[in-house]
C-alpha cells in the first residue's frame, strides 16, 4: 500500500497515520517529523529548516524532495509506506511521481482528511506531543497515556504560527487535491469527527 495523507496542518494526519502503522506495520514518512528530528539533531538539514518551521514557512522543495527521495530508497518501503506532509508543493507531488516512477511503484491513494480550518486552530493551539515515543496527545494529557513520558508543545503550535500555516497550506499545498483528483486516486474524508470513526473511512478507503 503506497498512500498520501493530504490536510491541512492539524487535519489529524499523523494521528490517523499512527493507526494505520499500527495495523498494517508499514513506514510513516513524516516530513515534519524527519525535520524536527534534524533540528533536535542539530544538523545542517536542521539548522536549515529551523527558521521556516518556526515561522510556519515551507522549507525549501530541493531540501525536501532529496530527503524524501533518499527515504523512498530503503528496503523497508518496498512492500509500502505512508507519507504523511509530503508532498506538499506541486514541485514535490511532479518530483514524488517521476521518483515512484523510477520505482514502479505507483501510489495507489491520496487521502485528503478534511477539517474546518477554525477547529484546526483550536486544536493546534492545545495538542501536546511525548517527548519519548512522539505519541500525540492534547493539553489535557498530564503525561503521555502511552508511555508515561513528558509532553510538549511543538514550537510552531502558538496561534499565528498557525494561522500562517493555514496560509500557507491553502496556497501552495491545496492545489494538490485536483492534481490527485485529476489522476483518479483522491478520496475525501470528513475529519471532523471522532478519530476512530475516520479510521474506519480510512480503512474503507483502502480496502
Ligand atoms: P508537519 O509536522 O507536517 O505539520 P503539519 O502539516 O502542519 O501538520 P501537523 O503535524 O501539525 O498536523 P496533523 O495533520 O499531523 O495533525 P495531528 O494528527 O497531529 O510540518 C511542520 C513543518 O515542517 C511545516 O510547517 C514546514 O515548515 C515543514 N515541512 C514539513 N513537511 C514539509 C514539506 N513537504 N515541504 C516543505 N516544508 C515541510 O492532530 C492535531 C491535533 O488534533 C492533536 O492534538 C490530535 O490529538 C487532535 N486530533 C487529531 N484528530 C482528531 C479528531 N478526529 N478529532 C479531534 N481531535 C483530533
Ligand atoms: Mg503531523
Do not use: W
Not at 102 to 109: G, I, N, S, T, V
Not at 185 to 191: A, W
Request: hydrophobic share 40%; charged share 30%.
Amino acid at each position: 500500500m503506497n498512500i498520501v495523507l493530504l490536510g491541512a496542518p492539524g487535519a489529524g494526519k499523523g494521528t490517523q497515520a499512527a493507526k494505520l502503522i499500527e495495523e498494517y506495520n508499514l513506514p510513516h514518512i513524516s516530513t515534519g517529523d524527519m525535520l524536527r528530528a534534524a533540528v533536535k539533531a542539530g544538523t545542517e538539514l536542521g539548522l536549515k529548516a529551523k527558521g521556516y518551521m518556526d515561522a510556519g514557512d515551507l522549507v525549501p522543495d530541493d531540501v525536501i524532495i532529496g530527503l524524501v527521495t533518499e527515504r523512498l530508497q530503503e528496503p523497508d518501503t518496498e512492500a509500502g509506506f505512508i507519507l504523511d506532509g509530503f508532498p506538499r508543493t506541486s514541485a514535490q507531488a511532479v518530483a514524488l511521481d517521476a521518483e515512484l516512477s523510477k520505482l514502479e511503484r505507483p501510489l495507489d491513494a491520496a487521502l485528503l482528511i478534511d477539517v474546518d480550518p477554525e477547529v484546526i486552530v483550536g486544536r493546534l493551539c492545545s495538542r501536546r506531543m511525548c517527548r519519548e515515543c512522539g505519541h500525540i496527545g492534547t493539553v489535557a494529557d498530564a503525561t503521555c497515556p502511552k508511555c508515561g513520558g513528558e509532553m510538549y508543545q511543538r514550537d510552531d503550535d502558538n496561534e499565528a504560527t498557525v494561522r500562517n500555516r493555514l496560509d500557507v497550506y491553502e496556497k501552495s499545498t491545496s492545489p494538490l487535491i485536483d492534481y490527485y483528483r485529476g489522476c483518479e486516486l483522491l478520496v475525501t474524508i470528513d475529519g471532523d469527527r471522532d478519530p476512530d470513526v475516520v479510521y474506519a473511512d480510512v480503512k474503507e478507503a483502502l480496502a
